[in-house]
């Protein structure tokens, strides 16, 4: 069984741009589950979508712009270096390699992704590599709500509701994290910079000049 002492988050995305909405869930399930560390992994060739707007090199240079403040937070770039899709069971084996089978690790995902969690490549996998915090902002259907078979089945079975057990062993569990309800939305952001309109405090400042200066979203 885990100690707890350095629970891991890992949050991945496309973060095309990354935002607030980004930020502050890792903030708020990190203080709420006594996360140690999260790290932000961008997608170099995500599988499960069209491709994104901005090149991989700007969207990792856009996420580590975002979270340098922060020392709770860290950038993991080998999404964006592989010349292969980037399979979440695959950043998740290779993180275990390097951290053992002992450390407790979180995926983080939204309410919407892990209600298509059925979907993604050898999914119930993940599982035995991580504990799944799903993130739900406050007024929204349950998550357990309108789930797919298989895993309405994994989430009856592993859902918990005390967030410590996540910190005490290393995989396994789901759990739902209430968050505050931002919002923000990437799209809506390259939409607003499209039509020229200000996209101001629903970022980081330090990314909307990056975006400037390259005209990322013109």
């Known amino acids: 069984m885990a100690t707890?002492?350095?629970?891991?988050?890992?949050?991945g995305g496309?973060?095309?741009?990354?935002?607030?909405?980004?930020?502050?869930?890792?903030?708020?399930?990190?203080?709420?589950?006594?996360?140690?560390?999260?790290?932000?992994?961008?997608?170099?060739?995500?599988?499960?979508?069209?491709?994104?707007?901005?090149?991989?090199?700007?969207?990792?240079?856009?996420?580590?712009?975002?979270?340098?403040?922060?020392?709770?937070?860290?950038?993991?770039?080998?999404e964006v270096v592989a010349e292969s899709p980037g399979y979440t069971v695959e950043t998740l084996t290779a993180l275990r390699r390097e951290l053992g089978f002992e450390r407790p690790v979180c995926l983080l995902l939204g309410a919407d992704a892990f209600?298509?969690?059925?979907?993604?490549?050898?999914?119930?996998?993940?599982?035995?590599?991580a504990h799944v915090v799903v993130a739900q902002r406050p007024g929204c259907s349950p998550v357990g709500a309108a789930l797919a078979p298989d895993l309405a089945a994994q989430f009856s079975a592993r859902q918990i509701t005390?967030?410590?057990?996540?910190?005490?062993?290393?995989?396994?569990?789901?759990?739902?994290?209430?968050?505050?309800?931002?919002?923000?939305?990437a799209s809506r952001i390259r939409a607003d910079l499209a039509a020229g309109r200000d996209p101001r405090y629903l970022l980081p400042d330090s990314v909307l000049a990056y975006i400037g200066?390259?005209?990322?979203?013109?």
């Not at 057990?165 to 739902?176: D, K, T």
């Not at 200066?213 to 013109?218: A, Q």
């Open 14 to 78: 496309t973060f095309d741009p990354i935002h607030y909405g980004h930020l502050r869930l890792a903030l708020e399930v990190a203080q709420q589950v006594g996360l140690t560390e999260v790290r932000f992994i961008p997608a170099g060739r995500p599988w499960h979508r069209s491709p994104p707007r901005a090149a991989a090199s700007h969207r990792l240079a856009m996420v580590r712009l975002a979270v340098s403040d922060n020392p709770l937070f860290r950038v993991d770039e080998r």
């Open 115 to 129: 209600q298509g969690l059925h979907t993604w490549h050898r999914w119930q996998e993940l599982f035995g590599l």
């Open 162 to 185: 005390d967030p410590a057990v996540l910190c005490r062993e290393p995989a396994g569990r789901i759990h739902v994290q209430t968050i505050t309800a931002l919002d923000i939305s």
């Open 213 to 218: 200066r390259h005209r990322l979203y013109d």
């Open 4 to 11: 707890g002492a350095a629970a891991l988050g890992v949050l």
